[in-house]
């Protein structure tokens, strides 16, 4: 019973932890230098600084404003704080022009990137209930409203990531996140539905129990990612088994007939078969040869005054 009622205190007291500033700064951080290990960012920074902010303010700013697009709200409303977005910059600065690159050396270090990356994903659960209360206002009982704004609020990063690409002199249309998805828009595509199921009473559970059990999943399963330095995404059984039964066509007649065929073995000729081939050729070929000598065969005439056969040659008039 004790235990029940610390957690439902622990739950209720990170519900109300303010994001600003450490877990805004540390969201910053891992953003940036997520920005500065894309190929050719550093580079960009060298030829074109402004290019290189406006990138990592998208980075860092991104899926509030996705959101507020997808609102109909003024797009740049999220950079209007600004303390939140001098902020961002200093961390961009030094992130990327530090003497000696200290500050990216020091955050790369795995402790500190551990410690930084899980107080990022922390601010995820923020952005996801953000962005699913925000399109509560509008939209009160549009819950696919609401799963895309909160998915958009919390992964925008990502999805507008061609878009951030342009900035730099990229364009790759084959990495859109709708293609294929990583692992941050899975996850936060996952918490804006639960979070608006919640919002719109289909589940039976409150807020705040909810938002601690999705950020506890959320660090231990980043944290899990980075010790073992895999990448797998812990619902992929589920998601392949689910594709396979909703979304795989059965193959066609035609489509099995052109596989079948296409395995068949090729079978190698018989010595008899290659034997009789070849005799066939060659009489083929003397067939040819005879009806050419008849067709040019020489014409004999009797001379009359000598009497002897006179040759003609095939081509001479008579």
């Known amino acids: 019973m004790d235990l029940i009622l610390n957690l439902n205190e622990l739950s209720l007291g990170m519900s109300t932890i303010s994001m600003y500033p450490l877990f805004d700064a540390a969201h910053y951080i891992v953003s940036i230098m997520a920005l500065k290990e894309q190929p050719g960012a550093v580079e960009v920074s060298r030829r074109s600084p402004f290019a290189c902010w406006f990138s990592s303010m998208l980075y860092c700013f991104g899926g509030a404003i996705l959101s507020a697009l997808m609102l109909a709200e003024p797009p740049?409303?999220?950079?209007?704080?600004?303390?939140?977005?001098?902020?961002?910059?200093?961390?961009?600065?030094?992130?990327?022009?530090?003497?000696?690159?200290?500050?990216?050396?020091?955050?790369?270090?795995?402790?500190?990137?551990?410690?930084?990356?899980?107080?990022?994903?922390?601010?995820?659960?923020?952005?996801?209930?953000?962005?699913?209360?925000?399109?509560?206002?509008?939209?009160?009982?549009?819950?696919?409203?609401?799963?895309?704004?909160?998915?958009?609020?919390?992964?925008?990063?990502?999805?507008?990531?061609?878009?951030?690409?342009?900035?730099?002199?990229?364009?790759?249309?084959?990495?859109?996140?709708?293609?294929?998805?990583?692992?941050?828009?899975?996850?936060?595509?996952?918490?804006?539905?639960?979070?608006?199921?919640?919002?719109?009473?289909?589940?039976?559970?409150?807020?705040?129990?909810?938002?601690?059990?999705?950020?506890?999943?959320?660090?231990?399963?980043?944290?899990?990612?980075?010790?073992?330095?895999?990448?797998?995404?812990?619902?992929?059984?589920?998601?392949?088994?689910?594709?396979?039964?909703?979304?795989?066509?059965?193959?066609?007649d035609c489509a099995s007939a052109a596989a079948a065929k296409a395995k068949a073995p090729v079978r190698a000729p018989s010595p008899d078969t290659c034997a009789a081939a070849k005799e066939d050729v060659k009489e083929a070929l003397d067939s040819h040869n005879g009806s050419a000598v008849s067709d040019t065969d020489v014409k004999v005439s009797r001379s009359p005054k000598t009497g002897g056969a006179k040759r003609q040659r095939p081509n001479e008039e008579l």
Not at 187 to 193: D, F, Q, W
Request: some cysteine; glycine content about 8%.
């Open 76 to 252: 740049v409303a999220p950079l209007s704080n600004d303390t939140n977005v001098l902020l961002a910059s200093l961390i961009w600065y030094l992130v990327f022009y530090c003497p000696q690159d200290l500050v990216y050396r020091s955050a790369a270090l795995l402790p500190v990137r551990l410690v930084l990356s899980g107080m990022k994903e922390v601010t995820r659960t923020w952005k996801v209930l953000g962005g699913v209360v925000q399109a509560q206002k509008h939209y009160k009982d549009g819950i696919l409203v609401m799963i895309a704004a909160g998915w958009a609020k919390g992964a925008g990063g990502g999805l507008i990531s061609n878009f951030e690409q342009l900035v730099r002199g990229i364009w790759k249309p084959e990495t859109n996140e709708l293609l294929k998805m990583s692992y941050p828009t899975k996850v936060t595509l996952m918490g804006a539905v639960i979070f608006s199921l919640q919002q719109c009473q289909y589940l039976p559970i409150q807020k705040h129990h909810l938002m601690f059990i999705y950020t506890v999943f959320l660090v231990v399963n980043k944290s899990r990612m980075m010790l073992s330095g895999s990448s797998s995404w812990p619902f992929a059984p589920v998601e392949g088994a689910m594709y396979r039964v909703l979304f795989a066509e059965a193959p066609t």
